[in-house]
């Protein structure tokens, strides 16, 4: 049975998020969409309100998801916990890969797990979270980046 992990702060959750689930869990059995904090963030929205969302957004998709948090220690050490075969890691351009790629070389050295790097599909890749709040911040419209669940809550 292979299981994935794919991590991310999901603040908010974006189409592009929800593509790279959908087609990482046509690789694994099981994919775990795992909300983490990041220090260097402050989110707009709660963990809880995230795995909220992220739920209800998979809802009825094709693939077995199990969404949970992670609020603190090393990543391998949650995939340690689930048995998980993979990490999985969404990458929109060569920046992204920069950043991701010692990740995924510490990763593999403190535990074993590989990382799966799916590309962004071109639809999505110009998208970011950050991109998506600024432009909901200043009314704009966001329905083609978030699903409606996400866009409610970033316009209350």
Do not use: W
Not at 9 to 27: C, E, N, Q, V, W
Not at 28 to 46: G, L, Q
Not at 131 to 151: E, F, M, N, R, T
Request: hydrophobic share 45%; with cysteine; net charge neutral.
């Amino acid at each position: 049975m292979a299981i994935a992990v794919y991590p991310g702060s999901f603040d908010p959750f974006t189409y592009g998020h929800l593509d790279i689930a959908i087609r990482a869990a046509k690789m694994f059995e099981t994919v775990h969409i795992v909300v983490v904090h990041n220090p260097a963030k402050k989110p707009r929205f709660t963990a809880t309100q995230r795995l909220q969302m992220i739920t209800e957004v998979l809802a009825g998709k094709p693939g077995n998801f199990v969404v949970s948090s992670f609020e603190s220690g090393l990543l391998v050490d949650y995939c340690k916990s689930v048995s998980a075969d993979a990490l999985v890691k969404g990458v929109r351009t060569n920046m992204d890969l920069d950043y991701e790629l010692p990740m995924a070389q510490v990763n593999r050295d403190l535990s074993g797990i590989e990382t799966v790097f799916i590309p962004a599909d071109p639809v999505h890749g110009f998208v970011s979270s950050s991109l998506v709040k600024q432009v909901a911040d200043l009314g704009g419209d966001i329905s083609k980046y978030v699903p409606d669940v996400v866009a409610k809550a970033l316009r209350s």
